[in-house]
């Protein structure tokens, strides 16, 4: 079974420059995640989504940052303009859904590390 | 909003023995609560997942426990090798599906 898919791997840009990262979950996944994880620090959920539709973006930086994922499969990130602060790794996760059991076990794809200059 | 505490931050232990680390929480309302280590410079990898409902998980040399009340879950490893050498992090899901994650602790296993 392939895992979760991200690219790209590695990003360099300078502030203000907007910039895109893509992921593709396990295939059969209905709930996709976003996560932001600074180094040293255990990541921190940007955006969920439950097929298509937005479950929680509370803590998603919207003046900047925006998500979407179309037809309920692939996704994208993008940030503009970024900030010198946005540099961290940007993970994506996702997890099977079931009726009687919603929330199951996440898992991650290998994350792009972005370096904001 | 949910806390999650890992103490200690890094731990260095000789090979063969056996450890705690430790994961605690603020709210004790969670849905499950999920152990993974991470690599340097890689993604999470999932080790454990405890729903709940129960109180302990067992995979390999792995075990992890759930104490909903005392809001905490500690992850045991038995005769520890170099190759453990990781982050381990643990994630706690609220009823409401979100996950909290703690900062991790850094384990050094020296041969």
């Known amino acids: 079974e392939a895992g979760v898919a991200q690219s790209p791997r590695y990003k360099i840009i300078e502030k203000r420059q907007s910039v895109a990262f893509w992921c593709n979950p396990i295939s059969g996944h209905a709930t996709l995640y976003w996560y932001q994880q600074i180094l040293g620090q255990g990541p921190k959920l940007l955006i969920q989504?439950?097929?298509?539709?937005?479950?929680?973006d509370s803590q998603l930086p919207k003046d900047r940052f925006s998500a979407e994922r179309l037809k309920g499969v692939d996704s994208t990130l993008k940030i503009q303009p970024a900030k010198l602060e946005d540099s961290a790794v940007y993970l994506c996760?996702?997890?099977?859904?079931?009726?009687?059991?919603?929330?199951?076990?996440?898992?991650f794809g290998p994350g792009t590390r972005l370096t904001v200059l | 909003k949910q806390e999650v505490t890992q103490i200690p931050a890094a731990l260095s232990v000789p090979e063969g023995e056996n450890l705690v680390l430790n994961c605690s929480f603020t709210d004790s309302a969670i849905y499950n609560l999920q152990w993974f280590r991470q690599d340097p410079g890689k993604g999470l990898t999932s080790l454990l997942l405890i729903q709940s409902s129960q109180r302990e998980q067992t995979s390999g040399r792995l075990n992890a426990s759930l104490d909903k009340s005392s809001g905490r879950s500690t992850l045991y490893i038995a005769a520890s090798q170099p190759g453990d050498s990781a982050t381990y992090l643990c994630?706690?899901?609220?009823?409401?599906?979100?996950?909290?994650f703690g900062d991790g602790t850094t384990l050094t296993v020296k041969p």
């Open positions: 994630a706690v899901r609220l009823d409401a599906g979100k996950s909290t």
């Open positions: 996760a996702s997890s099977l859904f079931r009726a009687r059991i919603p929330y199951n076990e996440q898992f």
């Open positions: 989504f439950q097929n298509n539709g937005v479950v929680d």
